[in-house]
Every structure is written in structure tokens, then in C-alpha cells.
């Protein structure tokens, strides 16, 4: 009887971590399309469909340039700023060095940005923080630089 409760009880714990691996490869495959779909948005010079990536929140917290902003308005504003048209937009591309799950809904994603532009190429590295919001992947933090 031991000896069949143990089995089942390996069962379930084998049967549990195939479980999460699963998601959480679905999850980095869903977190970037995210990123894959900004590069294409930011790469059209189109900053506000770039932005559905991020929280719409006032809590959305953008670091750069040793600046903190808060808030998803305050950002986008940044963003049209600073890049007025497709000669500062240019085309982006990221390289991913590391996603890695902080808890089921919540991941830390590492790389590299490259802008090739008409005013200069530009490259950088970021560290966001995507959480799991109604069911979509949304940036709540990103530091960049």
C-alpha cells in the first residue's frame, strides 16, 4: 500500500513539472510575439500601437537616460518626443539574452536594442518586467539604456 502511495505521489510531482515547463515555454513563446510585434510597430514609426505591449496604467514604471517615469501616458508622450518620425525611429531590433520566470505570472526579459536611423544608429541594453494582466503578457517596468 506504501509502495503505491509513494507511486502516485511521484506521479503527480513528475506529471506537475511537465505541467509548468509546458507553460512556461507557451509563456516566453507568447512573450515574444510581444516583443516581435513592437519591433514591427516601432520599425512603421508607429509608437502608439508599440506601446499595447505595456501596461496601461499609471503604475507602469520606464527608466532611461537616469530618468524614472511612471505611467503609460507619460511614456508614450516620451517616446513621440524623442522620436518625431521615421528618420529617429528607424528600425528595431532585439536580441534576447535572457527570460526568466520571477513567478507563474511574471518574467524579467534581458537583451539588446539596435536602431538603424537616418540621424544615427543607436544600441543599448534593457531589463523589462512583463506580468500576466487579464491574460495578456504587459511590460509593467523597463529599464533602458
Do not use: H
Request: glycine share 6%; aromatic share 12%; charged share 20%.
Amino acid at each position: 500500500m506504501k509502495s503505491i502511495l509513494l507511486s502516485v505521489i511521484i506521479i503527480i510531482i513528475i506529471s506537475s513539472s511537465c505541467v509548468n515547463k509546458n507553460n512556461s515555454v507557451q509563456d516566453k513563446e507568447e512573450i515574444i510575439a510581444v516583443l516581435n510585434q513592437q519591433q514591427k510597430d516601432w520599425s512603421n514609426n508607429d509608437l502608439e500601437s508599440f506601446m499595447d505591449g505595456y501596461w496601461k496604467s499609471d503604475s507602469l514604471y520606464f527608466y532611461s537616460g537616469k530618468k524614472l517615469k511612471s505611467g503609460w501616458e507619460n511614456t508614450l508622450n516620451s517616446y513621440l518626443k524623442n522620436y518625431p518620425d521615421k528618420s529617429y525611429s528607424g528600425t528595431l531590433k532585439f536580441t534576447i539574452a535572457k527570460i526568466s520566470a520571477i513567478t507563474p505570472d511574471s518574467y524579467f526579459v534581458m537583451g539588446e536594442y539596435n536602431l538603424t536611423r537616418e540621424v544615427g544608429n543607436a544600441t543599448g541594453t534593457f531589463m523589462i518586467i512583463f506580468k500576466r494582466i487579464d491574460g495578456e503578457w504587459k511590460i509593467i517596468a523597463d529599464s533602458s539604456c
